[in-house]
Nanobody, 121 residues
Framework: QVQLVESGGGLVQAGGSLRLACAAS????????MGWYRQAPGKQRELVAR???????NYADSVKGRFTISRDNVKNTVYLQMNSLKPEDAAVYSCNADIRTSFIDSYSYYWGQGTQVTVSS
């Protein structure tokens, strides 16, 4: 019904930048909150940043000032610009979106498959 597909992960040196994208497709009627989460080996998944349909954002303290989340409501896509990357930012990054598939349905959370971000020191 709904697919979230991430792109943009990869290997970067510490101090470098990456831009992640996540596009929602399929039976997408409206999207409320979109967000990025990450999970490093042996650690719990954590919220990185989230953005509402109106553009309000919030960030994990560890990424404030370095990461920027944005979205294109026409393309149903959320982005994560990551600057000044640190080795501790390395993780699998997954997007999440709160989506209604029709005007009669309630919102449900959907997840992407994840994209690996590796930061070398």
């Amino acid at each position: 019904q709904v697919q979230l597909v991430e792109s943009g992960g990869g290997l970067v040196q510490a101090g470098g930048s990456l831009r992640l994208a996540c596009a929602a497709s399929g039976r997408v009627f409206t999207i409320n909150v979109m967000g990025w989460y990450r999970q490093a080996p042996g650690k719990q998944r954590e919220l990185v940043a989230r953005i509402t349909s109106g553009g309000s954002t919030n960030y994990a303290d560890s990424v404030k000032g370095r990461f920027t989340i944005s979205r294109d409501n026409v393309k149903n896509t959320v982005y994560l610009q990551m600057n000044s990357l640190k080795p501790e930012d390395a993780a699998v990054y997954s997007c999440n979106a709160d989506i209604r598939t029709s005007f009669i349905d309630s919102y449900s959370y959907y997840w992407g498959q994840g994209t690996q971000v590796t930061v070398s020191s």
